[in-house]
């Protein structure tokens, strides 16, 4: 018995303690310092209660950053999940006819997700570069106004949405291949005997409902990943022109390592962090109770 | 990197005996600097045998490389000497970590080339916290192809903004694709214009802001202008470090230490041509021009490593350390003696009309790169950039500039 114990402890101590060590305690120290208006490298920092989180949702700057990250979910989220169903569906539909065509279009879909989102960020700004860059030739060649795509303040973020939707259909594209592959085809005989013969009444009757868990994984990946934003505004815009693309994760990165306001910087973690566990939290729940057929 | 330990080898075991003091340095952006600090390091240990210099790896920008010397303070292991952006000095002397050099300093600054202007750039109330290694000022990069295009000459290149306003209009109207003049809507492009005009940021003691006098608000009206009557388009930065080379952008108004890199981008396009920002103040004396570029701090509180290291700091910004600074990096020195004295870079220059140019631009009008005090001083930095933004977007100046100036007093609490 005692033994056993020992071997239990010697197999998952190790790792549990190094997450205690550099995942829970720095968190803790997070938590901590969201009260204090601590300076990185300076000698005291000082008690302030709520006024970090007061900045955040009282300043100027604070609700632009969240009101920005809201735009950008609210376009990203929608559009990725239904372009990466789309998607799906088709290249399941000429899996059976076309298998080959079907695989290379996967790989070119998947491509953007095993990218680096960094790289893929320089040759995006080619691409949206207001007088060298293609997308503004192609648009003066159609007969169109060009536009600065990136330094547009009304523009920029939705710049930036197109990117993020570009990156996010690939991945979802898979997750959503993998749901329609495990519907058991007896599902759709059945429906046809009921009379369910066609395109839209199958979809309707069998795959969307069959595909529910999927896409409700699906929708809390990308939100995740929508909130996040960071890579494309930090190597495109630093959050310009005049704060026009400022995202909450990139507020914290401009606060914490730019103007080394890590008080100010951790306040912002710990509305982030709870943003997101509120996330998870919603998934467990609705997993366990609504979209499960048993 | 072979090379540099190979050399720490050699002098490791050649002065085994005579080595006694290790001076740890560090630094930022490699891709400008890595072979200029090898070089340096090198001709140091040499003149001084028993002095070990070893180089910390690289900070990729200077905003990492401070953020780095403040972690690494926190812990204990900061290096002894480091070159930081001379704009961020103040970050670590806010926190007490730069030593004074004022007890090294020689009996006369000026007569070892460290003129008044030159110190101004490491000072703050009457104590020497750094001293310049590597200089820029803002100048204007020229496209002569297009000025030509457009009916002007360089022979006849404007000197005031007036005049340069006009020209970029005409290359502006060349084409579609062509934009006339650009100017990075940043606080020390800002601080530039402003220094033109003869004003300055803060007052001297730092208590109140003072770019909402006449000065600040003409200068922000360029901004405005260039856009309505120069055509100036919204172009990031980046878009025009690429647009210039490329040969698309007649006028760019921009850091004297991109020269290499544009003549590179442009290469058998067009001859990259550099001319002085022009002077708006009636009186010369009040113009100044923020310098960027990089200075160097002494970390170390051991008396005894003191010394060593401040012997090499005296190395990199005497003359010979400040000739390959500018032979290796086209930035201009922060040294005055090199540039009077041609055995230095008398050659260099006759070859780099472009570099005399910015080069004498920086020792007649260097001044310091107002840092904003406290907790706030890089934050607000960026609003000024936003401000800018709006100005030239076509916002109301007089407002835009005070309301910009009254959210400074208050965020740095001059109040």
């Known amino acids: ?294 | 990197m072979k090379r540099l330990l190979l050399t720490a080898g050699l002098v490791l075991a050649a002065g085994s005996a005579a080595a006694e003091t290790e001076i740890r340095v560090h630094y930022a952006i490699p891709t400008i600097w890595a072979e200029t600090q090898e070089a340096l390091a090198e001709a140091f240990m040499e003149a001084n045998p028993d002095i070990t210099i070893t180089i910390d790896g690289p900070a990729e920008g200077y905003a990492e490389g401070v953020q780095r010397l403040l972690r690494e303070s926190v812990a204990g292991t900061a290096p002894d000497v480091a070159y930081v952006g001379l704009n961020r000095w103040r970050i670590l002397e806010d926190r007490g970590l730069t030593q004074p050099l004022d007890g090294f300093m020689p009996e006369d600054p000026a007569a070892a080339g460290y003129t008044p202007a030159l110190l101004s750039l490491g000072q703050f109330e009457d104590t020497q916290h750094s001293l310049g290694t590597s200089a820029s000022t803002l100048v204007m990069y020229v496209n002569p192809d297009l000025v030509e295009q457009a009916g002007g000459s360089m022979d006849d290149f404007p000197t005031t903004f007036d005049g340069i306003i006009e020209l970029a209009a005409a290359i502006d109207a060349l084409g579609d694709t062509i934009e006339g003049v650009w100017i990075h809507r940043h606080d020390w492009r800002f601080q530039s214009l402003l220094g033109s005009h003869g004003g300055r940021p803060m007052t001297a003691d730092e208590s109140d802001i003072t770019f909402d006098d006449d000065a600040g608000l003409s200068a922000a009206a360029l901004y405005q202008r260039f856009a309505s009557e120069g055509g100036m388009s919204s172009m990031s930065q980046d878009d025009a470090r690429q647009a210039f080379p490329a040969g698309t952008l007649g006028i760019m108004f921009e850091s004297s230490s991109l020269l290499t890199r544009f003549v590179e981008g442009a290469g058998d396009g067009f001859d990259v041509t550099v001319r002085a920002l022009p002077v708006v103040a009636d009186d010369p004396s009040t113009v100044y021009f923020p310098t960027g570029g990089s200075g160097i701090v002494l970390l170390t509180d051991d008396a005894e490593r003191q010394q060593a290291a401040w012997d090499y700091i005296a190395f990199v910004t005497g003359p010979e350390g400040q000739r390959i600074i500018v032979e290796n990096t086209g930035y201009a020195p922060a040294n005055s003696i090199v540039l009077d004295d041609e055995a230095y870079l008398g050659a260099y220059y006759a070859a780099n009309e472009n570099a005399r140019v910015a080069h004498s631009q920086v020792a007649q009008y260097a001044g310091p790169w107002y840092a904003y005090p406290g907790a706030e001083g890089v934050a607000v930095t960026d609003l000024i950039a936003a401000a800018l933004v709006e100005v030239t977007e076509g916002a109301d100046v007089e407002g835009t500039i005070s309301t910009l100036a009254d959210d400074l007093r208050d965020r740095l609490d001059m109040q």
């Not at chain 1, 997450?19 to 997070?30: G, K, N, R, T």
């Not at chain 1, 950053?65 to 950008?72: D, F, G, M, Q, S």
């Not at chain 1, 979910?73 to 999940?81: K, L, R």
């Not at chain 1, 914290?252 to 306001?261: A, C, D, H, P």
């Open chain 1, 1 to 294: 018995m005692i033994r056993r114990l020992a071997t239990d402890l010697l197999l998952a101590g190790p790792a549990a303690l190094a997450v205690v060590l550099f995942i829970f305690l720095p968190v803790a120290v997070v938590f901590v310092l969201a009260f204090t208006d601590y300076l990185v490298g300076a000698p005291t920092a000082e008690w302030v209660g709520l006024e970090n989180f007061e900045e955040l949702f009282g300043s100027r700057l604070g609700r632009n950053a969240l009101i920005n990250t809201l735009i950008y979910s609210a376009v990203v989220i929608p559009s990725s999940v239904i372009l990466g169903l789309l998607v799906a569906l088709g290249l399941h539909g000429i899996t059976k006819r076309m298998p080959r065509v079907s695989a290379v279009l996967r790989t070119v879909y998947f491509l953007p997700v095993a990218a680096t989102l960094v790289a893929m960020a320089v040759a995006w700004q080619m691409l949206m570069h207001p007088s060298l860059g293609l997308l503004n030739h192609w648009i003066a060649a159609l007969g169109l106004t060009p536009q600065q795509w990136l330094t547009d303040r009304g523009l920029v973020l939705y710049s930036l949405a197109a990117i993020g939707i570009w990156q996010g259909v690939g991945y979802n594209m898979v997750l959503f291949l993998a749901g329609l592959s495990a519907i058991q085809p007896t599902l759709y005989d059945a429906a046809t005997i009921d009379g369910a013969e066609h395109g839209w009444s199958r979809f309707w009757c069998v795959t969307w409902p069959m595909l529910g868990p999927t896409t409700l994984f699906v929708v809390i990946v990308t939100a995740a990943n929508a909130f996040r934003v960071f890579e494309t505004v930090a190597t495109m815009t630093d959050g310009g022109p005049a704060f026009a693309s400022d995202t909450i994760v990139y507020a914290l990165y401009r606060e914490g390592f730019v103007y080394f306001k890590a008080g100010y910087a951790s306040a912002i973690t710990v509305v982030f962090f709870a943003a997101l566990l509120l996330l998870t939290a919603l998934q467990i729940a609705l997993v366990e109770r609504k979209v499960h057929y048993r």
